[in-house]
């Protein structure tokens, strides 16, 4: 599923739908409160198909109505126990143990040094989630584009997520070094070449750009297909790789585009559902 953008938003006021297609985010990220928000809020998620995320330990009644709860971890231990509660919440609302994932906040210093053994801690575990303002806060350095000061904790978690078959998630400046090769691009695509996969949000804006950012562009759709279509021709013909534009092509280039293919069209279907979805919602 799509993880593009997250929007960060209070549980007991939410402001939805959002002004138009663009802005409308993959999940919503939601802080635990003494209850849940209001039913019609929950039920307006769910009409339009948006994962619902929880910052906090949840009870019984949040349960079945939250795809994964967010667990701010520095340790093994720490999403070990949040699997344990989950266990016992799962139990108690009759619902079929494993149903909750686990996402990782990355804020810390020690939790970016641990990303590896945080993303492999627990079957539940689905992503990484880095937090770019708070490592900045943590490490005590500015967070700037003049010095790619996070260059090491974001190659942690991108590594750690990547290394244990979880995903991702994080928005980082083009710095340093990075500011001249990335050119044109913003945040969004310049994670997205590096291989996050989405980032967490606070504005309708933000989520927009997310979207927009987290997705191959036409150019990048074409030359996936194309190296897809001249692997299927080698392949009829009994060869393992070929040559594309000057350069060999082997599975692991038919593998990199497969899913860069597949991302494009998750999000092309993911906008013509929600394009249905808006009048209703409003």
């Keep these: 599923m799509l993880l593009r953008s997250i929007l960060r938003a209070p549980g007991a006021a939410f402001d939805w739908p959002p002004p138009d297609v663009e802005s409308w985010p993959d999940a919503v990220l939601l802080e635990a409160a003494e209850t849940p928000p209001p039913r019609e809020v929950l039920d307006a998620l769910a009409l339009g198909h948006v994962e619902v995320m929880l910052l906090g330990q949840p009870d019984a009644g949040w349960l079945g109505r939250v795809t994964s709860v967010v667990v701010p971890a520095e340790s093994v231990a720490d999403i070990e126990r949040a699997a344990t509660r989950l266990d016992a919440a799962e139990r108690e609302a009759g619902l079929g143990a494993g149903r909750t994932r686990i996402d990782v906040l990355v804020g810390t210093a020690r939790s970016s040094l641990r990303a590896r053994e945080l993303a492999a801690a627990h079957p539940r575990v689905r992503a990484l989630m880095a937090d770019p303002p708070a490592l900045a806060e943590s490490l005590q350095v500015a967070h700037t ?37 990335a050119g ?11 291989g996050f996969r989405g980032a967490l949000c606070d504005t309708w804006d933000e989520v927009r750009t997310a979207n927009a950012g987290y997705v191959p562009d036409e150019e990048q759709r074409a030359r996936c297909r194309r190296i897809i279509e001249a692997m299927e021709q080698a392949t009829a013909q009994g060869l393992g790789a070929i040559s594309l534009d000057g350069r ?23 906008a013509e559902l929600v394009a249905g979805l808006l009048p209703r919602a409003r």
Excluded: N
């Design 145 to 181: 584009t003049e010095v790619d000061a996070l260059s090491f904790p974001r190659g942690e978690v991108l590594l750690g997520a990547l290394t244990a078959g979880r995903t991702p998630i994080g928005r980082f400046e083009p710095a340093g070094h990075h500011r001249g090769t």
């Design 184 to 194: 044109a691009r913003s945040a969004e695509q310049f994670s997205f070449a590096l």
């Design 248 to 270: 060999m092509i082997d599975l692991p280039f038919v593998a990199m585009a497969e899913g860069m293919v597949a991302i494009a069209e998750a999000a092309d279907a993911r």
